[in-house]
């Protein structure tokens, strides 16, 4: 996502699409990176935790991390997927023009980067969905 940029040439002026242009792939990318860098770190949480013998006391913190990390990621999902749909269809009673028939290359980039962030999202929801069922 982050290397993602397509440049055009349209009516004689160069425009460059990335996703810092739009505040909502902002905030994708930076909460996939948090929930990346929390996952990993979660990793080693339950790897240690796993080690020494897990308490209930610890596995309630691990299961409020998970459900803050998929709030997160679904929040992140959210926002982008609206500005991606006006991106991509455009939004005629507003008058904004589509533009992904200009940047293909890039929407394409921002649509995979999107959907493994659904895919992050549905995973962190069926960790949370077996926790759940594993504690009844």
């Known amino acids: 996502m982050a290397t993602?940029?397509?440049?055009v040439v349209l009516f004689g002026f160069t425009i460059k699409a990335?996703?810092?242009?739009s505040s909502s792939m902002r905030f994708l990318f930076?909460?996939?990176?948090?929930v990346s860098a929390s996952s990993l770190l979660s990793l080693?949480?339950?790897y240690y935790s796993r080690r020494s013998g897990s308490s209930p006391k610890n596995n309630f913190y691990l299961f409020l991390h998970d459900m803050v990390i998929m709030l997160l990621a679904i929040s992140g999902c959210a926002a982008a997927t609206a500005t991606g749909y006006v991106s991509r269809?455009?939004?005629?009673k507003m008058g904004w023009m589509a533009v992904c028939n200009r940047v293909r290359i890039f929407c394409n980039?921002?649509?995979?980067?999107?959907?493994?962030?659904?895919?992050a999202?549905?995973?962190?929801?069926?960790l949370t969905v077996m926790h759940v069922w594993?504690?009844?």
């Open 30 to 34: 930076v909460s996939d990176a948090i």
């Open 4 to 7: 993602s940029s397509q440049t």
């Open 89 to 92: 269809y455009g939004e005629e």
């Open 134 to 136: 594993r504690s009844q």
């Open 44 to 46: 080693i949480f339950v």
């Open 18 to 21: 990335h996703y810092t242009d």
């Open 109 to 119: 980039h921002m649509t995979i980067a999107m959907a493994l962030s659904y895919l």
């Open 121 to 126: 999202f549905f995973s962190y929801f069926a």
